[in-house]
């Protein structure tokens, strides 16, 4: 989870959230590799603003099998880059932006998500 305070973003501007991720490909040398469940499972993606009801959440494959649509982006550091949601900013709030990753599914494991963080943007007008 990761939380930024509203008063050090740009006032009256509509931001995205992004994560930022790899999935861990495996070796030659795992023989019992049996995938990393993202491809079967969806996550949420959820942005909620302290002390409001409403907020962005959205399930989505991480690693969508090839019938799925996919959202996640490559970027040319080799991460990849999922949009989580977004939120509007207004000048007279101070309050927290709180933006996760949340399991749907907690039957089987997952394994192999690298999180290098979450980046916010302003969305263009």
Known sequence: ???????????????????????????????????????????????????????????????????????AHDREDRWKEIEMGEFFNKNEEDSLISCSLKELSCTSTWSGLIVEGIVLRPRAA
Request: a negative charge.
């Open 1 to 71: 989870m990761a939380k930024v305070e509203t008063r050090i973003l740009s006032p009256q501007t509509t931001f995205a959230a992004y994560l930022i991720f790899k999935l861990e490909e495996a070796g030659e040398e795992d023989e019992d590799w049996w995938g990393n469940g993202f491809d079967e499972r969806p996550v949420k993606l959820c942005i909620h603003l302290e002390g409001r009801e409403d907020g962005d959440e959205v399930s989505v494959f991480l690693d969508p099998s090839t019938n799925v649509p996919q959202l």
